[in-house]
Structures are given as structure tokens and as C-alpha cells.
């Protein structure tokens, strides 16, 4: 393992919880910094400027979820979130504000470190590689996606989903193919999370996100890259 | 008649009959109404044949007193003029004695002729008998009056039909006496008075009393029509209110207009509504608060929870630096804390079905490729117990309607269990589809279950064998999430047990969510089993349909 493999901000008003946290990153080499009200949050990460946020959903002060939506309305910086509830609506809108992944209570280290580990993953460069999508351009190593020219601003995350589904244009990617290349698990996990994203990857992209051209769904199975 | 042809004519009777009929039993004013046509037509009926009878003889009692006085008169008059007129030889011809005398009494009908007269011979037949009638027939005359007259030899009257000369008809009342002429013997006089102008009177009063009747009863019909619709609009409001409030409009109420019956009836009824929406809106916020709790109570467990955990993880990794004692120690907080776990999660799992909190999040998904996974994640365990676990399922695609995480809970549960009281032998899994459900079967070969035993396997904490609960692993809740996953897909989770012959644990999902479904496509008693082992079997159950099942 390579030294400073990335500053993780953990949001969490617990310190138990906090500290025990740091103490699992920092033995797997990330550096962690910490913040423990809701309020604060959103001063702590444009000060630190993290590699990625472990963000507790229930916070004193502000509620997680509000501080997931400031930190994804200024940044695209993964926040992996932090819940005890397992609750459908309480996830979907935990995802529905901006979170990447999460994590529930109770986790084992291993699990949360593989969570984070994936998230800060993607943005190994691979060389050059230029890709389409609908009337979209991809540059993988730049990182960006332009409609005629101009660029339109993802999230890492929805830029892996995206080019995972351009570079195959012609496969049809089901929920769990698309966890396993672009969430990193190796198990089934929950689906909920692909659906959410391709939502709000969709709003940023379509013309018309009711009626999707670039990312189709494809009934009972999943979703492919729709025609150039 | 066949008895096709019979049925079928019955059939068609039955449809011609069946709107009315229906109409009939749903609607009060029709009820009513009708109800009240048959009865004023009876009422109506009876006074009017009781008034046109006393019109009738009213009107035929004066006629027929003034008439006999008439006749009276007449004979009197006539038998004097005869008598003045028999003067020994000096008598007129007997022709010409009647002539006059008729003429004399014609007289007195005057013009438009009040009456007419025959004057008849009495028999036995007599030499000259001269015959006279004014206007009318002779045949006028009923007989039965005539055989009156002549037996009693005083006047006498009957009703009777008028036949005149020109042909027509009129009904009359005839009167006759007898009266001697001289020179001839025993004559009759029969007076006949048309009774044109009183049938003329009876029949206007008829068909007035006919028309006012009608009228009655219609108008009576209506006014019926009229009072129901007043005391059933309102019912028929309450009744629409009552649908609405029961389809969860809680805020509906009735309007309340005057203080009458029917305003009590709204009265009471918006207080009845108040009260169950009261009682609807606390058990709402009962549930709520009781969700909220389960809520907290997972968060404030879970958060240091989890630092319990991660500190265990830790050490349990670094085992191997410590002293055995410490290390043993590390794993059984390891081992505990995992078991600690799953009851956690699996008593919040079960507060949350308890507080109807539970929401099913229905996709279509195929069942084998669930079965597949389920059994893929079993595998280890398998392994470790020697365990065979086949898998048949049909080539065709077994499409529900379904949680897949909660199926996929169920099918887990079902396959750890099959195997872990399989007791190494063969565990099969089966997937079948047809007629709008889906069946997966789970079969092991262990110990079976006792009779009595199917039902109770999936209460809460129960174990077959209390010896063996510390050995085996798992909550005791397992079967009871499973069952309460089952449910909310409104689908059926059933066991089948028999000693020593091993246990068959189906379950069973309608296509659609909350379809309707008859049966399994697969037999819940597996055909492999003993031919005489007793078998206990749960009756299938069908989940009451509950409010926020999402799509």
C-alpha cells in the first residue's frame, strides 16, 4: 500500500464512533480528518478539501442530508454515508441528496474500507480514451463530458456510470453488472443504488429526463446506452 | 318441453326478470310507490263501486216510483174509460175502444215520449182481440213480467230492453196491469218507460268516478314518490357519505339541515365519523410514534454499536500477538458480537412488520435466478456440512412481482435452515410456475418435524428441540420475518413435516402482487414421502391486504 491515499472527512457527532473510525483509516493509510456537527460541516470541508466525505446521517445541528446536499451542490468529492436506518425512503434520500454509497449500521471495518476504497479507485487515469454516448463526448482521462462542446459537470461517480455504459454500447447492463463495475461489489448489493443514480445522472444528461435517449432502461432487466 | 329448452326459456325469464327485479330490491321508492298504487287502486276501487251503486238505485228508485205512479194513473184511467164506455149494446167495436183508450193515455206521454204503451190480450185465445202498441214492440214485454201479471192479476214491474218499431234499443223499466175490456174479457196494459236519460246519467258518472280514480291513484303514486324521496335522499346521502369515509376520506361528513329524524340520523352519523377518525388518526399517530421508536432505538443501538464492533474486528486481527486466554477472548466477542447482531437487526425487523411499517418495493424479478443466488450464498455452509443441495427448475422464465431482498431473505432462510437440520443428507430446491403463482419448495431429509410441530415452526424463538438451540445457529426469528415477507407480498409460506422423513417448506408468490391465486403449482406434501407417515400441513393464509404496499 502507497502512503497518502487520500484525506477522508468523517462527519460524525459520535466521537466514540469518530475516533474509531480514524483509528481503521489511518491503519489502512488514509489520513482522516474529523468534524462533529452538522453546522460546522460544510466550513470543515472547504477548509480540508477531502478526498472523500464518511458522512453520518443523523447529526446534531444540521441534518445529514442537508449537509450532503451543500457539499454535492459545490463539489463532486464521493460521500459515502454513514446510516442506522435501513429504511427505504431514509436511503433513497440519503442517495437522492448526493451521497455515492453507504454504509449501515453496524459495518466491520473491512466492509467500510472497501466502500472507500472504490470511491477514490476511479479516478486512475487509463490513458487515452475517447468515448460516445447519445450526442455526448466523453474524455475518460479528462474526465469530462460535453454536449457540442460544452461541458456538463458530473460526479465521479455518475462519470464511471456513464462511461461503464458507453464502452459497451451494445451490452445491456444489468443492476447487478453495474454494482459489481461501478460500485465495486462483489456480492449483491442493494439495486436501490444504481436506480437512484441513474436518475440523477439522467436529470444532468437528457434531453428530456422523463423520456431517456442516452440511458435506456431496458424492462425486467437493466439498462444499456441508448442509440447514437 | 326438453329440459334444455325448459332451462333455457327459464334463463331468459330469469334476464327479462332480473333488472326489474333488481331495481325492485334496491330501490325503497319504488317499493313504496308501487306499494301504494296497488293499495289506492283497491281503496280507489271499492268506494267507487260503492258510489256508483247508490247513484245507480238512487237514480232507478225515483224513476221507477214516479214511473208506477204513472201506471198507475194510467190504468185507473184507462179501466174508467173502458168502463165509462161499456153501455150495454151501445158499445163500441172493440178495435176502436182500444184505439182511443191508447190514444187517451199516448196523450199523457206527451211529445218526446215519456213512455210507450202495449196493450196485450190476456190469454186464452179469444175471438176478437184487438192488439195495440204505441212506438215499441210487443216483444217488449218479458214474458216473466206478462206470467206475473196474469197469475197475480195486480201491476207488477220488471226492468227490461225496449225494442223499438225503427229497430233500436233502449234499457227500460216495464210495467204492467191488467185491465178488462168490455165486450172482450182480461186485457194487459204494459207501460214502458225508457230509462235512456238515466243510462246516459250513470255513464257520465261512471266514467267520472272511473277518470277521478285514476287521478287518485296516480296523483296518490306520486305523492308516495315524493315522501320517500324525502326520507330516502338523505339515506342515500349517508349511504354515499359512508362509502366515502370508509374509502378514507375521513374528513366527510353529512350536512345537517333542520331538526328532524333525518337531521338526527346526520347528527349521529358526523359523530360517529368524528369519533372513528379521532380513533383512525390516534392509532395512525400510535403507529408513527411506535415506528419513530424502532426508528431511535436502531440508531442510538447501532451507533455505538458499531464502535463496538470495529474495536472487536481490530482485535480479533491482531489475535495472534496476544496471550491464548486474550486471543480466545477476541474471538468470542468476534462470534458474539455477530450473533448480537442479527438478533438486532432481526428484532428491529420484526417491530418494524409489528408497527406496519413495512413496505413492500414490488419489481419483477425471476424467482430461479433468486433460488440460484440464494443457494450460491449457502454454499459454504453446505460445504461445511457435507450437504448436497439440488437445484430443478423449469427452463421457463418464473416472473413475480417482488421485493427481491425480501424473497431473497425468505429463500436464504429457507436453504441455512434445509441444510442445517438436514443432517448431511440431500437438500432439493424446486421451482415451479403456473396459473398465475410461482412456488419454490425447499426439501430436507433430516429429522422432520412432529405432528403439530408445521404450525409452530414459525412463532417467534421456537426450536424444535430445546437441547440443540445453542448448537445451531440463528435467531429464532428467521421463519417468522420469513412468513411476515411472505405475507406482505400476499403470497403463502407453509410447512410440511413428518418424523424422521424430513421437512418440506414451501413458498408460494402470486405473479402479480396481491394476485389472485388458488393454489400451488407444487404439492406442499412431497411425493417422495412415507406412505404412512402422519403429516402435518398449515392451512394456507392469506394476508389482509395492507395500505402502502408500493409499486
Given amino acids: ?228 | 318441453m326438453t329440459a334444455a329448452t325448459l332451462s333455457a326459456w327459464w334463463q331468459r325469464v330469469a334476464t327479462t326478470l332480473g333488472r326489474p327485479l333488481r331495481w325492485w330490491r334496491r330501490s325503497v321508492s319504488l317499493r313504496v310507490v308501487a306499494t301504494t298504487m296497488v293499495f289506492s287502486v283497491l281503496v280507489v276501487g271499492l268506494i267507487g263501486v260503492l258510489l256508483l251503486q247508490r247513484i245507480n238505485s238512487g237514480l232507478l228508485d225515483a224513476k221507477t216510483r214516479s214511473s208506477i205512479v204513472e201506471a198507475t194513473a194510467g190504468v185507473t184511467e184507462a179501466q174508467r174509460l173502458l168502463d165509462a164506455a161499456d153501455t150495454g149494446p151501445n158499445t163500441p167495436a172493440v178495435g176502436t175502444l182500444v184505439d182511443s183508450v191508447i190514444g187517451v193515455l199516448a196523450q199523457r206521454a206527451g211529445s218526446p215520449g215519456l213512455f210507450d204503451l202495449v196493450l196485450l190480450a190476456s190469454p186464452p185465445k179469444r175471438g176478437d182481440t184487438p192488439e195495440r202498441t204505441t212506438n215499441a214492440s210487443e216483444s217488449s214485454v218479458p214474458a216473466e213480467l206478462r206470467a206475473a201479471v196474469q197469475k197475480d192479476q195486480r201491476q207488477s214491474w220488471t226492468y227490461t230492453e225496449i225494442r223499438y218499431a225503427d229497430g233500436t234499443t233502449a234499457p227500460g223499466l216495464a210495467v204492467g196491469a191488467p185491465i178488462t175490456v168490455p165486450g172482450t174479457g182480461p186485457y194487459e196494459l204494459y207501460y214502458l218507460f225508457p230509462l235512456t236519460q238515466e243510462q246516459a246519467t250513470l255513464d257520465l258518472v261512471q266514467r267520472t268516478v272511473l277518470f277521478v280514480g285514476l287521478l287518485l291513484v296516480l296523483m296518490l303514486a306520486g305523492i308516495a314518490y315524493v315522501v320517500t324521496r324525502q326520507v330516502v335522499s338523505p339515506v342515500r346521502l349517508a349511504a354515499r357519505t359512508a362509502e366515502k369515509f370508509s374509502a378514507g376520506q375521513l374528513t366527510e361528513r353529512m350536512r345537517v339541515r333542520g331538526e328532524d329524524d333525518l337531521a338526527k340520523l346526520a347528527t349521529s352519523f358526523n359523530g360517529m365519523a368524528s369519533n372513528l377518525q379521532t380513533q383512525i388518526t390516534r392509532l395512525e399517530q400510535l403507529s408513527r410514534v411506535q415506528q419513530r421508536f424502532v426508528s431511535d432505538v436502531s440508531h442510538e443501538l447501532r451507533t455505538p454499536l458499531t464502535t463496538v464492533r470495529m474495536a472487536a474486528d481490530l482485535l480479533y486481527e491482531s489475535r495472534e500477538e496476544f496471550d491464548p486466554a486474550t486471543a480466545r477472548s477476541a474471538e468470542l466477542l468476534q462470534n458474539q458480537l455477530d450473533r448480537f447482531e442479527s438478533l438486532l437487526a432481526d428484532l428491529l425487523e420484526i417491530s418494524r412488520f409489528d408497527a406496519g411499517a413495512a413496505v413492500l418495493d414490488a419489481d419483477p424479478v425471476d424467482l430461479r435466478v433468486l433460488v440460484e443466488r440464494a443457494v450460491e450464498a449457502a454454499a459454504p455452509l453446505a460445504e461445511r456440512k457435507g450437504t448436497l443441495v439440488r437445484v430443478i427448475t423449469p427452463d421457463t422464465l418464473c416472473l413475480v412481482e417482488a421485493d427481491a431482498r425480501r424473497v431473497d431473505r425468505v429463500l436464504r432462510n429457507l436453504v441455512v435452515n434445509a441444510i442445517e437440520h438436514g443432517e448431511g443428507r440431500p437438500v432439493d430446491v424446486t421451482v415451479a410456475a403456473a396459473e398465475g403463482a410461482v412456488a419454490v419448495c425447499v426439501r430436507d431429509h433430516g429429522v422432520g418435524l412432529k405432528p403439530g410441530e408445521s404450525s409452530l415452526v414459525f412463532n417467534r424463538f421456537w426450536r424444535a428441540d430445546p437441547a440443540r438451540a445453542r448448537t445451531t445457529g440463528g435467531t429464532g426469528l428467521g421463519l417468522s420475518i420469513a412468513l411476515e415477507d411472505v405475507r406482505l407480498h400476499g403470497g403463502w409460506l407453509q410447512a410440511w413435516g413428518a418424523p424422521g422423513d424430513g421437512a418440506n417448506f414451501r413458498l408460494t408468490l402470486p405473479e402479480k402482487a396481491y394476485g389472485p391465486m388458488t393454489h400451488s403449482p407444487l404439492p406442499l406434501e412431497p411425493e417422495d414421502a412415507g406412505p404412512r407417515v402422519q403429516s402435518t400441513t398449515t392451512q394456507p393464509y392469506r394476508a389482509p391486504r395492507r395500505d402502502g404496499v408500493s409499486r
Wanted: overall charge negative; glycine content about 8%; proline content about 5%.
Fill in chain 1, 1 to 228: 500500500m502507497s502512503d497518502a491515499k487520500g484525506r477522508v472527512l468523517v462527519v460524525d457527532d459520535d466521537l466514540a464512533l469518530a475516533e474509531m473510525l480514524g483509528i481503521v483509516l489511518r491503519a489502512e493509510g488514509f489520513e482522516p480528518l474529523f468534524c462533529s456537527d452538522g453546522a460546522k460541516a460544510l466550513t470543515a470541508f472547504r477548509e480540508s478539501k477531502p478526498d472523500l466525505v464518511l458522512l453520518d446521517l443523523m447529526l446534531p445541528g444540521r441534518d445529514g442530508i442537508d449537509v450532503c446536499r451543500s457539499i454535492r451542490a459545490e463539489s463532486g468529492v464521493p460521500i459515502v454515508m454513514l446510516t442506522a436506518k435501513t429504511d427505504t425512503v431514509d436511503i433513497v434520500l440519503g442517495l437522492e441528496s448526493g451521497a455515492d454509497d453507504y454504509v449501515v449500521k453496524p459495518f466491520k471495518p473491512k466492509e467500510l474500507v472497501a466502500r472507500v476504497r472504490t470511491r477514490l479507485r476511479s479516478t486512475a487515469p487509463v490513458g487515452q480514451e475517447n468515448l460516445t454516448i447519445g450526442d455526448l463526448a466523453i474524455d475518460v482521462a479528462g474526465h469530462s463530458v460535453k454536449r457540442d462542446g460544452v461541458a456538463i459537470s458530473l460526479t465521479p461517480l455518475e462519470f464511471d456510470l456513464l462511461a461503464a455504459l458507453a464502452r459497451k454500447p451494445w451490452q445491456v447492463f444489468t443492476r447487478e453488472i453495474l454494482l459489481q463495475e461501478v460500485w465495486g461489489y462483489r456480492h449483491a448489493a442493494d439495486t436501490r443504488l444504481v436506480n437512484v443514480h441513474v436518475q440523477r445522472l439522467r436529470s444532468k444528461i437528457e434531453h428530456d429526463p422523463e423520456l431517456p435517449q442516452i440511458v435506456v432502461t431496458v424492462r425486467g432487466v437493466g439498462y444499456k446506452a441508448g442509440p447514437s
